[in-house]
């Protein structure tokens, strides 16, 4: 397995120490609780307690009790680091694998991000599909991550969390949100709940771009999104975050808040039948949203042909004759259809509003899913944030938007908000570029904490390595005190491939 060498030369070194990222002040201990650079542990401290927790695996008690010494050291010394740095926290993405039952093995990663000087966690408890609960012990309609005799009653997510705090981590619990995979989709009962767009597609059929999630450069068979207005959706959905929530993780990240991004064109939404909203039960309550007869019948003809005609406001003067007032729905403005507009300019305007009312419609149901998401952990009393792209609010040329319609400065202020700043274009321009974006909309008192993409000390997928991106978002936003790297595969392919693949 290839380790990254932390060393750095010393040109660096003084440039990172005048930006406040290396803590001022080392104290006379040993060296294996000494900090180099951005908090992470020197070569002789991770051989060090490598070495001591092997002989604790193999019965050594005397090793095991130095052990245990050696993880409160570090996360001492983790936390003085931190408090004495320009960012406090600092948190690595991390999905788990059955792999990591095996004896040793959760110790191992845990005190690999330890070393790497990171001072949290963000577990993928909820992924394609599937749960990191017991399978025993799951009353979700997803199947278990953990299955097969042996592991079916480990709860690998209550031992990291107890496992990770020992070391002066924080541990949150990273969900899916509107992503609830194809193992629910699929089944009988569940299949009203998926999204669907007006060419008769859903997420399974459609031509997306999967997430960085996903191993690079590959799609993921495994993602399927939900109508957000589905009632038994967001039921299911809000038992597992208690679930979730009854382990008492230091908070909980909601993460796929948004439709589905599509490929090429299909990036764009432009017209209705773009949208996720011919659900059954976003049709529905988007009918709902008619003031009177007039106005539902002409909302479902604009969304079974994506246009009207004046013959359709001719037609439902006749079928409902006893309404005198015009088409209405919630947000029309009236004086746009009066009769003394004339008609084919009211049907221009009805199209523009009809338009914007489905588009509003469909963000509205990412706010309200996430309202219901989120409310068993607030109840709870543990924290909760928001994973989101930066451009994924965007509108694009004079009437089109960002086919994920993921309204994130509308999300809620008491909630962290966590921007992917996943721009690739060789340096941190573009990445700095999405940071300011993001901050322009962002009210005041709310929690920024940018999701950094790469690795250290050498460049990945058209992004420059973390360190100059760290530099780069000193320069831009020297308030911001907490970030975020994905992802801990990245750093440690050979690692994750190992787990990945092992006979637990």
Same mark, same amino acid.
């Given at each position: 397995?290839?380790?990254?060498?932390?060393?750095?030369?010393h040109r660096?070194?003084a440039? @990172?120490l005048?930006?406040?990222?290396?803590?001022?002040?080392v104290?006379a201990?040993?060296?294996?609780?000494?900090?180099?650079p951005?908090?992470q542990?020197s070569?002789?401290? *991770?051989?060090q307690?490598?070495?001591?927790?092997?002989?604790?695996?193999k $019965?050594?008690?005397?090793?095991?009790k130095?052990?245990?010494s050696?993880?409160a050291?570090?996360?001492?010394g983790?936390r003085?680091?931190?408090?004495?740095?320009?960012i406090?926290n600092?948190?690595i993405w991390?999905r788990?694998?059955?792999?990591?039952t095996r004896p040793?093995a959760l110790d191992?990663?845990?005190?690999?991000?330890?070393n790497r000087?990171?001072?949290q966690?963000?577990?993928?408890?909820f992924?394609?599909?599937r &749960?990191l +609960?017991?399978?025993s /012990?799951?009353?979700?309609?997803?199947?278990s991550v953990?299955?097969?005799k042996?592991?079916?009653k480990?709860?690998? @997510?209550?031992q990291? *969390?107890r496992?990770g705090r020992e070391?002066?981590l924080?541990v949150y619990?990273?969900?899916?949100?509107?992503n609830?995979g194809?193992s629910?989709?699929?089944r009988?009962d569940?299949?009203?709940?998926?999204?669907?767009n007006?060419?008769?597609?859903?997420s399974l059929?459609?031509s997306?771009?999967a $997430?960085l999630?996903?191993?690079?450069?590959?799609?993921?068979?495994?993602?399927?999104?939900?109508?957000? #207005?589905?009632p038994?959706a967001?039921?299911?959905?809000a038992?597992?975050v208690?679930?979730?929530?009854?382990?008492k993780?230091d908070?909980?990240?909601?993460?796929?808040v948004r439709y589905?991004?599509?490929?090429g064109?299909?990036s &764009?939404?432009?017209?209705v039948?773009? +949208?996720?909203i011919?659900?059954?039960?976003?049709w529905?309550?988007l009918?709902?949203?008619a003031?009177? #007869?007039?106005?539902?019948e002409? *909302?479902?003809r604009?969304?079974?042909?994506?246009?009207?005609?004046?013959d359709d406001?001719r037609?439902v003067?006749q +079928?409902?004759?006893n309404?005198?007032?015009?088409p209405l729905?919630?947000?029309l403005?009236?004086?746009r259809?009066k009769?003394?507009?004339?008609?084919?300019?009211?049907?221009t305007?009805?199209q523009?509003?009809?338009?914007q @009312?489905?588009?509003a419609?469909?963000?509205?149901g990412?706010?309200?899913f996430?309202a219901?998401?989120i409310?068993?952990a607030?109840n709870?009393?543990?924290?909760?944030?928001?994973?989101?792209?930066?451009?994924?609010?965007?509108t694009?040329?004079?009437?089109?938007?960002?086919?994920?319609l993921?309204?994130w400065?509308r999300?809620?202020?008491n909630?962290?908000?966590?921007p992917?700043?996943?721009?690739?274009c060789?340096?941190?321009?573009?990445?700095m570029a999405q940071?300011?974006r &993001?901050l322009?909309f962002t009210p005041?008192g709310v929690?920024? /904490?940018?999701v950094l993409?790469g690795?250290?000390?050498?460049?990945?997928?058209?992004?420059p390595p973390?360190?100059?991106?760290m530099?780069?978002?000193?320069?831009?936003?020297?308030?911001?005190r907490?970030?975020s790297h994905?992802?801990?595969?990245?750093?440690?392919?050979g690692?994750?491939r190992?787990?990945?693949f092992?006979?637990?």
């Amino acid at each position: 397995m290839r380790r990254v060498q932390f060393t750095v030369r010393h040109r660096l070194m003084a440039a @990172l120490l005048a930006l406040g990222l290396i803590g001022l002040e080392v104290e006379a201990r040993p060296a294996q609780a000494q900090s180099a650079p951005f908090c992470q542990q020197s070569q002789t401290a *991770i051989a060090q307690k490598d070495k001591l927790r092997q002989a604790a695996l193999k $019965g050594n008690r005397d090793a095991e009790k130095r052990y245990k010494s050696l993880i409160a050291q570090h996360a001492e010394g983790l936390r003085k680091c931190r408090r004495g740095t320009w960012i406090q926290n600092q948190a690595i993405w991390i999905r788990l694998y059955p792999c990591d039952t095996r004896p040793g093995a959760l110790d191992a990663v845990l005190d690999q991000i330890v070393n790497r000087g990171y001072n949290q966690i963000n577990v993928e408890v909820f992924y394609n599909g599937r &749960v990191l +609960l017991p399978a025993s /012990n799951n009353p979700t309609p997803w199947p278990s991550v953990l299955s097969g005799k042996g592991v079916d009653k480990v709860d690998l @997510l209550a031992q990291t *969390i107890r496992r990770g705090r020992e070391r002066g981590l924080k541990v949150y619990a990273w969900l899916f949100t509107m992503n609830f995979g194809t193992s629910y989709v699929r089944r009988s009962d569940k299949q009203q709940a998926i999204a669907r767009n007006g060419l008769g597609q859903t997420s399974l059929t459609a031509s997306l771009v999967a $997430g960085l999630s996903t191993e690079i450069g590959l799609g993921n068979p495994e993602e399927a999104f939900i109508d957000p #207005y589905s009632p038994q959706a967001r039921q299911d959905y809000a038992r597992m975050v208690k679930e979730v929530a009854r382990h008492k993780p230091d908070g909980i990240l909601f993460d796929y808040v948004r439709y589905p991004r599509g490929s090429g064109s299909a990036s &764009v939404a432009s017209k209705v039948q773009d +949208l996720w909203i011919y659900g059954e039960s976003s049709w529905r309550t988007l009918l709902q949203r008619a003031m009177n #007869y007039k106005g539902m019948e002409i *909302i479902q003809r604009y969304l079974l042909r994506g246009h009207i005609t004046a013959d359709d406001l001719r037609e439902v003067n006749q +079928l409902y004759p006893n309404e005198k007032a015009p088409p209405l729905w919630q947000g029309l403005n009236p004086d746009r259809v009066k009769s003394s507009v004339p008609l084919g300019k009211r049907v221009t305007n009805l199209q523009s509003q009809l338009w914007q @009312l489905s588009v509003a419609h469909a963000a509205q149901g990412v706010i309200d899913f996430l309202a219901d998401a989120i409310a068993p952990a607030k109840n709870a009393g543990i924290p909760v944030g928001a994973v989101f792209f930066p451009e994924g609010n965007a509108t694009v040329g004079q009437t089109g938007f960002d086919s994920r319609l993921q309204p994130w400065d509308r999300f809620p202020s008491n909630m962290e908000w966590l921007p992917m700043v996943y721009a690739n274009c060789g340096d941190t321009s573009c990445i700095m570029a999405q940071v300011q974006r &993001v901050l322009s909309f962002t009210p005041r008192g709310v929690q920024v /904490n940018p999701v950094l993409a790469g690795i250290w000390q050498q460049p990945i997928s058209n992004r420059p390595p973390l360190e100059q991106q760290m530099q780069a978002l000193y320069r831009t936003a020297p308030k911001i005190r907490s970030v975020s790297h994905f992802a801990f595969s990245w750093q440690e392919p050979g690692s994750d491939r190992d787990r990945k693949f092992c006979q637990p």
